[in-house]
């Protein structure tokens, strides 16, 4: 049997010392043991060759990489694997990787493209929609223009994934409970009166606060509202002040609400310009009678409702007051954050097929409207803006 046989480039026989000398023991297929001397000087990288005379010498072999071993995951569990993008640049490498030089700049977990521009052959951030032959694989490390890019072909890897959060919702309801108190805002939080969809009471006068937190502010949709006016007076009314801080408050200044002769809280009954329609009695900060009165008023985007109110403030306050009779259907309003809460991210099932994102190509996705495919979820954990995923 030959050695060229017993020593093949397929086996991956590397040279592990730069300094190989002595004589080598190569083991044939039968179980016999041969004692060969090299005739050169290894160095790192070559392969093991056979002249066919009984000579064996140490060459740099030409043409494709020889494939790698098998691939060894044993034991790889995803929580220990997959990688924080948010904090690491760099990720362990699981699997069979390639070496390419970055035609642009690659963040760790991103997708990459073959290019082949003037005939170099390089890696590139993905521009445009490409087809599924032109994947590389995902790059395990943060890299720069001209840097070497190792970009996983076949493995696990941590890819970059906008994360999804599971709702977080309130209602809440202004009446004797809730009243004088200062809530933090949810995700989506209802704010109705006291009837929560019937009328509410007479006799009421409530104010309630709510906070969106540290760096944001509050997203006003007005639903529905009703309340007893008349031409000259507003008998009942809810009224809107902000803040900043928590300390100092200001009404609003809405173009389709009601401005009352008196501008402290909880204002006065009648009219800033004796009617509803004189030209002082708006833009306020009280709700008119309707939604209809409101679209008269102007200003109301599309003239429909829902209408969004965006608020530049972190703080919110409503006052709301009713007389003793001809008590309607009050309100309901939806307030969120500008920015959404962090939650609990929703999970991916393992096994789902995961997309090159549609939109960021610097990501991948659950929905199929890429059409191209990345590989496969292969822990459910999302969060961090990021999935391990199963490259083949």
């Given amino acids: 049997m030959s050695l060229n046989h017993l020593v093949n480039p397929d086996l991956d026989i590397k040279v592990l010392s730069a300094n190989i000398e002595n004589n080598l023991n190569i083991k044939t297929d039968n179980g016999a043991i041969l004692n060969y001397k090299p005739t050169n000087v290894g160095t790192s990288g070559q392969v093991l060759t056979s002249s066919g005379t009984g000579l064996v010498s140490f060459q740099t072999l030409s043409g494709p990489t020889p494939p790698s071993p098998d691939l060894d995951f044993t034991g790889l569990t995803g929580a220990v694997i997959k990688t924080d993008l ?6 362990q490498q699981y699997g069979r990787i390639e070496k390419y030089t970055a035609l642009n700049t690659i963040a760790s977990g991103q997708p990459v493209i073959y290019d082949y521009t003037g005939g170099t052959i390089t890696v590139s951030a993905i521009g445009t929609l490409p087809s599924q032959h032109e994947i590389a694989g995902l790059s395990l ?31 809440v309801l202004l009446n004797n409970t809730t009243n004088g108190t200062t ?48 031409t000259a007076l507003m008998y009942d009314r809810l009224g809107i002040q902000t803040s900043t801080d928590g300390i100092t408050y200001t009404n609003i200044s809405v173009s389709w609400m009601q401005a009352s002769a008196t501008s402290t809280p909880p204002w006065s009954t009648s009219f800033a310009g004796g009617s509803w329609n004189a030209g002082a009695s708006s833009p306020g900060y009280i709700f008119p009678l309707n939604e209809a009165r409101a679209i008269l008023l102007g200003g109301v985007p599309g003239n429909v409702f829902p209408a969004l109110i965006s608020l530049p ?25 500008n920015t959404p809460y962090p939650t609990n991210a929703v999970t991916v099932a393992e096994g789902t097929t995961l997309y090159l994102d549609n939109v960021d190509y610097t990501k991948m996705n659950t929905a199929n409207t890429s059409q191209i495919v990345l590989g496969y979820c292969s822990y459910d954990n999302a969060e961090n803006n990021s999935l391990l995923i199963n490259r083949k």
Wanted: charged share 15%; hydrophobic share 30%.
């Fill in 313 to 337: 403030t972190r703080y919110i306050r409503f006052y709301f007051i009713s007389d003793g009779s001809g008590n309607v259907d009050g309100w309901n309003i939806s307030l969120t954050p």
């Fill in 86 to 91: 948010s904090v690491q640049t760099t990720q």
């Fill in 141 to 171: 490390s943060a890299v720069t223009a001209g840097q070497t890019a190792n970009i996983l072909t076949r493995g696990y890897v941590t890819g970059r994934r906008d994360t999804t959060f599971l709702p977080s919702a309130e209602t």
């Fill in 183 to 230: 809530r933090s805002l949810t995700n989506n939080t209802t704010f109705t009166d006291s009837g929560a969809g019937g009328s509410y009471s007479p006799n009421e006068n409530y104010s309630i606060t709510f906070d969106a937190g540290v760096g944001r502010t509050v997203e006003c949709t007005v639903n529905s509202f009703a309340f007893e006016h008349s």
